[in-house]
């Protein structure tokens, strides 16, 4: 999936900070990852929001595809687009690991058996199978992070916008997140990095878009 960015142009309502964003401009291609950097403060959280739709803007048109995004559902936003907050515990919402993953494909009409087999499988991915039972509130950070990323991967989104995906995350977790966002660009999902981890974002992405290059801020 092809993300573009035509002159993108937000500020909060109500704040005296001055802060802005303003005539963003950018395309990323479809299986290419992209790394959104910049120091604290300068807009990339904001960004990613603008980009999945959680944040409208004031001008500026967002596309996937080719397709003009905001006239998009937040149905088909949630399926084609996988965003993961820079707060995991924000998109837990059962009280186990393993119904946080076959919740919403039950609900959508996936079999029960069908829908755990699948769960299974991504929890073992990313070392959480032994946690299925466990709830998903008592989880570490990086635990949160790890199921998150996996109830992300069950829709098949076209794109991945990730805000600091490896806080709370050791070396090993790491190299498994990195082997799966590998198979997913080899598929053509496009994914954006939001991170300050330089080595992380050095290792996994191909191209760097710096917020201070990309708009002004005052």
Known sequence: MTIEARELCFAYPNTASGFRLDGISFAIGSGEPVAITGPNGSGKTTLGKLLCGLLKPRSGTVLFDGEDTAHWSLGQRGQRIGYLFQEPVRQLFAPTVLENLTFTQELQGTAPELARGRALKLLSRFELERL?????????????????????????????????????????????????????????????????????VRQNAERELKMGELCHEE
């Open 132 to 200: 299925a039972a466990r709830g998903a509130y008592t989880l570490s950070r990086g635990e949160q992070q790890r199921l998150a990323i996996c109830g992300l991967l069950l829709s098949g989104p076209g794109a991945l916008l990730l805000d600091e995906p490896t806080t709370g995350l050791d070396a090993r977790r790491k190299a498994i997140l990195a082997s799966v966002l590998r198979e997913l660009l080899e598929q053509g999902v496009s994914v954006l990095l939001i991170s300050h981890d330089a080595d992380f």
